[in-house]
């Protein structure tokens, strides 16, 4: 990831644009403290300018006798200096990059006019005004930015390698092809490579988007960032670390983070056309009368050409742009949205279309007992009781979800319990014999099957008691409780086609899709998968794409989309430090809000460029004619910003 020097009093944009918000994704914990710290300090000069203005303004109302002449002006210089150097400084380094007209070189003619009119107050204002909307606009991505502990939470942090006859913990770099390697319980596995114990439950979730755990027996293919779920096993390593599918994965999120496109700041592309014809009309209202008025005097024209600059000066939209981004990213943030830049306030305003993942996105990303069928004379209570006596003894991910079951209290027990590889439990449970399991176990005890359970796509456990079929639970992974009203909302905020990219296998991802009633669903997709298929919509002409997911096999869509959207709650570190907009409550109908949200920032924001345009050039002209003081300048610049300001403020109060 890049990087790069910033002076220490260097001005800062009003927003962050889309490679900007990966500048400090290598924070650690030290780092993040320090930027607390470093982030007070940055409002210090606008402070100390700030006393200094107020009891210069106090000192001149009250006409206080030594505050006058000399004194006066240095004072004011000095309350000037914080803050006016660091824009007079940026302004100097674009002119010798080659940039002449920017909105710091505006500001600093405009201010030190002011200076030279003897309008000193009015100097020191504006860029104290300015100073406290940029520290504001910082402060605001500042919050709305996750600690950034980036990619290296992700990666696998050590390895236990068989070396000299023990198991020695190293870095996953330090481990070779073909050596012998040990994963505890909860740990993930490090490099990929072949199991070499009997057997093992993976969740592999973060890699391919598949809600079910995954059984593997020996001599089966395991992958770098599975997790080991149950014992501890053993595989031996096929390849070194930077070619593992970990690896690949963040490879990807870079590649596809230095494909995404610069947003370039509003208020710099005005200020390229607006700066030089300012000053250039400033120049002509100096002279130009000379040629055509018979009493010339160029102090008088001068006078007027310097107020001309004061009212001309963006202060307004240099001020209230910022702040009506951070009114914007302060409402979303109070609705547990964060973005992590104003820039994808606009940018979220453009999309329709909306590309979405299954498990954990819309689903819980957890299994939950969607269907209970009871083919016996029991009730289902008891029916279950059979089950969950059998199934109690079991550590399987699927047992735990069975055992959720409100179940009443029962003097059943179990013994006989023996578990067949690959097909599930048998046991005696109340003097009855008991099976439960997957298909292939009720074939091996000639237990018939209904032909209904073929067209089910979720998991079954298929229950038979005492050598009868007996009915069957389905497990899956449970719609999120909003997220019907997600969808809803999404087609009225005016999003005109929603997908579904899954990792999940293709008929459990389509039946959710139909559920939703979504466009089109594809499932059994790998990262490049969905990468392919996101950069295939963005080719279409316009179509913008926001894509919403929470696993690191999501990560490099994330970063490639126009808007990447990551459920925060329980996404992974990797989806939501590549994202651009992170849903906290993991609740997929927020997602229709922060676009509400950015269609009334964008609202607000535009209402405060007219108002700033259509009252400066009124004044404009009134100060070209001579008929406007620098009390009229003083409110088209000052006033107008502060009106800007109390609009912005109302997004604050919104509700959506």
Same mark, same amino acid.
């Given at each position: 990831m890049k990087t790069k020097n910033t002076?220490?009093?260097?001005?800062?944009?009003?927003?962050?644009?889309?490679?900007?918000?990966?500048?400090?994704?290598?924070l650690n914990e030290s780092g993040h403290n320090h930027s607390v710290n470093s982030s007070f300090k940055s409002y210090?000069?606008?402070?100390?300018?700030?006393?200094?203005?107020?009891?210069?303004?106090?000192?001149d109302f009250f006409e206080v006798g030594f505050f006058r002449?000399?004194? #006066?002006?240095?004072?004011?210089?000095?309350?000037?200096? @914080?803050?006016?150097?660091?824009?007079?400084?940026?302004?100097?380094?674009?002119?010798?990059?080659?940039?002449?007209?920017?909105?710091?070189?505006?500001?600093?003619?405009?201010?030190?006019?002011? +200076?030279?009119?003897?309008?000193?107050p009015e100097g020191v204002a504006v860029m104290v005004f300015y100073a406290v909307g940029e520290e504001f606009q910082h402060t605001a /991505?500042? $919050?709305?930015?996750?600690?950034?502990?980036?990619?290296?939470?992700? *990666?696998?942090?050590?390895?236990?390698?068989?070396?000299?006859?023990?198991?020695?913990?190293?870095d996953p770099d330090a481990v070779a092809i073909g050596e012998k390697l040990q994963v505890r319980v909860g740990e993930k596995i490090p490099l990929d490579g072949i199991l070499t114990s009997e057997k093992a439950t993976l969740n592999t979730a973060a890699l391919t988007g598949e809600s079910t755990p995954a059984s593997v027996r020996k001599g089966d293919k395991v992958f770098a960032g599975s997790i080991n779920l149950e014992q501890v096993i053993e595989l031996k390593a096929t390849a070194v670390f930077k070619?593992?599918? &970990?690896? *690949?994965?963040?490879?990807?999120?870079? $590649?596809?983070?230095?494909?995404?496109?610069?947003?370039?700041?509003?208020? #710099?592309? !005005?200020?390229?056309?607006?700066?030089?014809?300012?000053? +250039?009309?400033?120049?002509?209202?100096?002279?130009? @009368?000379? !040629?055509? &008025?018979? $009493?010339?005097?160029?102090?008088?024209?001068?006078? #007027?050409?310097?107020? +001309?600059? /004061?009212?001309?000066?963006?202060?307004?939209? /240099?001020?209230?742009?910022?702040?009506?981004?951070?009114?914007?990213?302060?409402?979303?943030? *109070?609705?547990?949205?964060?973005?992590?830049?104003?820039?994808?306030?606009?940018?979220?305003?453009?999309?329709?279309?909306?590309v979405i993942d299954k498990t954990g996105t819309v689903t819980q990303g957890v299994f939950k007992i969607k269907q209970i069928v009871n083919n016996t004379d029991f009730s289902e209570a008891e029916f279950m009781e059979y089950l969950l006596t059998l199934e109690e003894k079991s550590t399987h991910p699927i047992a735990k979800a069975l055992l959720a079951y409100k179940r009443e209290t029962s003097g059943f027990e179990a013994t006989s319990i023996a578990e067949i590889a690959g097909k599930g439990l048998s046991g005696i449970v109340n003097n009855k014999t008991v099976l439960a399991g997957n298909k292939a176990l009720m074939n091996a005890y000639n237990i018939i099957v209904p032909k209904e359970t073929e067209t089910i796509v979720e998991s079954l456990i298929y229950v038979a008691i005492a050598g009868n079929f007996a009915g069957y639970v389905v497990i899956a992974d449970a719609l999120k409780e909003d997220a019907h009203r997600a969808i809803a909302d999404l087609r009225k905020a005016g999003i005109s086609k929603i997908i579904m990219l899954s990792g999940d296998k293709d008929s459990i991802t389509q039946q959710v899709a %139909?559920?939703?009633?979504?466009?089109?669903?594809?499932?059994?997709?790998?990262?490049?998968?969905?990468? %392919?298929?996101?950069?295939?919509?963005?080719?279409?002409?316009?179509?913008?794409?926001?894509?919403?997911?929470?696993?690191? %096999?999501?990560?490099? &869509?994330?970063?490639?989309?126009? &808007?990447?959207?990551?459920?925060?709650?329980?996404?992974?570190? /990797?989806?939501?430090?590549?994202?651009?907009?992170i849903i906290q409550t993991d609740q997929p109908s927020k997602i229709a809000k922060a676009i509400k949200i950015g269609h009334s920032t964008r609202k607000i924001i535009w209402q405060n460029i007219a108002l700033a345009f259509g009252v400066k050039a009124i004044v404009l002209v009134l100060g070209a004619g001579g008929l406007a003081t620098m009390w009229e300048a003083v409110f088209a610049d000052v006033g107008v910003a502060f009106l800007a300001i109390l609009n912005a403020i109302r997004l604050q109060k919104m509700n959506w």
């Open positions: 002076p220490p009093n260097k001005v800062k944009d009003c927003c962050i644009t889309g490679d900007e918000h990966s500048e400090h994704d290598n210090l000069p606008g402070i100390f300018s700030f006393v200094l203005l107020i009891t210069g303004i106090a000192l002449g000399w004194v #006066r002006l240095i004072w004011y210089l000095v309350a000037y200096v @914080p803050v006016g150097l660091p824009v007079a400084l940026e302004g100097w380094n674009s002119i010798k990059n080659g940039d002449f007209f920017t909105e710091f070189l505006l500001m600093t003619i405009a201010t030190i006019g002011a +200076f030279i009119l003897g309008e000193y /991505v500042s $919050n709305a930015k996750k600690n950034i502990k980036a990619l290296l939470d992700v *990666r696998p942090n050590e390895a236990l390698v068989y070396r000299n006859a023990q198991f020695i913990s190293v070619d593992s599918s &970990v690896a *690949r994965i963040l490879d990807l999120v870079q $590649n596809a983070t230095s494909r995404k496109s610069k947003t370039e700041l509003f208020i #710099r592309k !005005f200020a390229r056309i607006y700066t030089p014809i300012v000053v +250039f009309l400033a120049i002509g209202l100096t002279l130009f @009368p000379y !040629f055509i &008025v018979e $009493n010339y005097v160029f102090g008088d024209w001068l006078y #007027r050409a310097l107020i +001309f600059l /004061v009212i001309s000066c963006p202060c307004a939209l /240099v001020i209230s742009i910022p702040l009506g981004y951070f009114g914007g990213l302060g409402a979303a943030s *109070r609705n547990g949205i964060l973005f992590k830049g104003a820039s994808f306030l606009d940018t979220m305003t453009k999309i329709n279309t909306i %139909n559920e939703l009633k979504l466009d089109w669903a594809k499932g059994g997709l790998l990262p490049e998968d969905k990468l %392919n298929e996101v950069e295939l919509l963005k080719k279409q002409p316009g179509v913008y794409v926001a894509f919403t997911g929470d696993g690191i %096999n999501d990560a490099p &869509v994330l970063a490639v989309s126009d &808007v990447g959207i990551a459920m925060g709650g329980l996404g992974s570190d /990797v989806a939501v430090e590549t994202a651009d907009v």
